[in-house]
Structure formats: C-alpha cells, structure tokens
C-alpha cells in the first residue's frame, strides 16, 4: 500500500469557480478524514465518514462545502462558489478504528 | 470542545542536542497522538500514544492522562528533524474521532 494519496496537488481557481479534490485511503482503513490547514495553524476538523456514512460535520463545513465517500472507498471534497477564504491546504486522512491516523500530502488551494 | 496548548512554540536547536517539547490538555483525552509536519507540508504520525511511554529511534513520547499532559522528547537531534510538531486528540468523550490540534512547535536544527 502507498499509503494516502491525494489529487491535486496543488489548485488555483478563480473566485465563484467550484472544486474538487479526491482522497484514496489506506485500503484496509475503514475511517476516512478531512481537515483544513492555513498559515501557521495546527489542521481543523471537517468532516469524518466510517465506510460511506459520513458521521459528523464541523461547523467550518458551510454550505458550500460537501463532500462523499461513495461505496466507503475513495473520497471527494467539492467546494462551490469559492471565496478568497477558502485558500488553504486541505489534507485527508484515514484510519483504522481510534488508531493513529495517516495523512496524505495534501491538496493546496489558492482562490484568486 | 478542548484546548490543547504546546510549548514552546518556536525551538532552535544546534545537531545533536537533546529537546522536550510539552503539550498540556483542557480536558481528559485519549488516543492522542504525536506528528511531525515536515517543510514540505507532508504530515507524519510519530506516535499514537493514550496512556504510557513508547519509544521511536531517537525520538519517545509520555503521555500522562490523567494530569492532561505529554511530553516529546528528540534526542541527538538531527537537521532532518526540523519542521513542526502537532500534538492532537479527541475528546474522552462524544466526537472521539474528531481530532484537535495544538498550534505546534516549530522547530529548526541547525549545523
């Protein structure tokens, strides 16, 4: 297993214009995750789905933001309408029940 | 939720010197967990550690729960170990896959 991958690497869209990234877990994972990190801050929670049932939200996660893990494999995070706001770097992890999570490298969105 | 404090939060280091980076909790918490994030963002777990002491190479971790606290320490440390340590966990109860982040140590070692 290669562990998390995430794709982009890298975004840059135009404000108003909607996104999309995708997360592939560790294949025997069954917990799948997705936090927002800007300049200097430690990750916020997003949201975390258990197989496909996606279990709790944060209140970051507004409207505009949705996300889905059909069939409890892969991942993706749509963001529509973005704003100047939403610029940071989105990670996913996964992991296996309450043990340590694993991290991808991240998808760096830049609203311009 | 927690507050989840880390200190200190900037550490200089010259190679092979030894460091202890603290993180101290709100509230009760289990499965808390260490990272390192290096330069280039990538994040990396060093320990998933609720109650206890482990060890890693150079790097161990303690984890005193019910005093709502962990240590990190780095010994002999090394220039690859520069970048910024997270300390982060859930609740005891309700959201306990929910994790929060401290504000990290940052951390540069130098020749």
């Known amino acids: 297993d290669t562990g998390v991958s995430q794709d982009p690497r890298h975004k840059i869209t135009k404000r108003g214009q909607n996104v999309t990234f995708r997360c592939d877990p560790i294949?025997?994972?069954?917990?799948l995750y997705w936090y927002r990190q800007t300049l200097g801050q430690g990750p916020e929670f997003l949201t975390y789905f258990q197989n496909e049932a996606q279990l709790e939200k944060s209140r970051l996660l507004s409207d505009r933001f949705s996300a889905e893990r059909p069939k409890g494999s892969f991942s993706t995070l749509e963001i529509q309408r973005t704003e100047q706001g939403d610029s940071a770097m989105y990670l996913c992890?996964?992991?296996?029940?309450?043990?340590?999570?694993?991290f991808g490298s991240g998808t760096r969105l830049t609203v311009v | 939720g927690i507050q989840v404090e880390q200190s200190p939060p900037d550490l200089i280091l010259q190679e092979g010197a030894n460091s202890t980076l603290r993180c101290n909790f709100s509230?009760?918490?289990?499965?808390l967990q260490w990272f390192h994030q290096n330069p280039w963002g990538q994040l990396i777990n060093l320990f998933y550690?609720?109650?206890g002491t482990k060890q890693n190479g150079r790097l161990s971790a303690t984890t005193v729960a019910t005093e709502r606290y962990s240590l990190l320490y780095i010994s002999s440390s090394q220039t690859t170990d520069s970048g910024v340590y997270f300390c982060a966990g859930p609740a005891n109860t309700g959201t306990a896959s929910k994790l929060t982040f401290g504000t990290g140590t940052r951390l540069q070692v130098t020749l």
């Open positions: 550690i609720p109650s």
């Open positions: 294949s025997e994972h069954n917990r």
């Open positions: 992890a996964s992991s296996l029940g309450f043990n340590g999570y694993t």
């Open positions: 509230d009760s918490v289990n499965n």
